[in-house]
């Protein structure tokens, strides 16, 4: 069983979603950051000595920023495990697929 809030409602309550299954429910931790290779990688390639000056420049900046820390972050995080798991449908959205399936039957004979 896999409960959740759902935020999504605008309520004085907040509305819980509760999905039951007879198949096991996996949830993929991330695994932790080396803090340690982040800042290296940081320290290697940010360059503090650039023109800012401009818009552009300003604008090319904040992007390599950006890709540096992406860079930085997916060299100093290993991947996660990935489980596979069997897939989850709630009964509603079975129920609709069931009748969608059904209509496409009737329509085609």
Not at 18 to 23: E, K, L
Not at 30 to 54: A, E, F, G, H
Not at 89 to 102: G, H, L, P, Q, T
Request: a positive charge; aromatic letters at 4%.
């Amino acid at each position: 069983m896999k409960i959740e809030p759902n935020y999504g409602l605008s309520s004085d309550h907040t509305p819980v979603i509760a999905t039951i299954s007879t198949t096991l429910i996996t949830v993929t931790k991330t695994p932790k950051c080396n803090w340690q290779d982040y800042r290296n990688v940081l320290d290697d390639q940010i360059k503090l000595n650039i023109s800012l000056n401009t818009p552009e420049e300003i604008e090319e900046g904040k992007e390599k920023l950006t890709l540096i820390l992406q860079e930085a972050a997916r060299q100093a995080t290993p991947p996660p495990n990935i489980q596979k798991t069997t897939k989850i449908i709630r009964f509603e959205i079975k129920k609709c697929n069931n009748r969608k399936k059904e209509n496409k039957e009737k329509v085609a004979s």
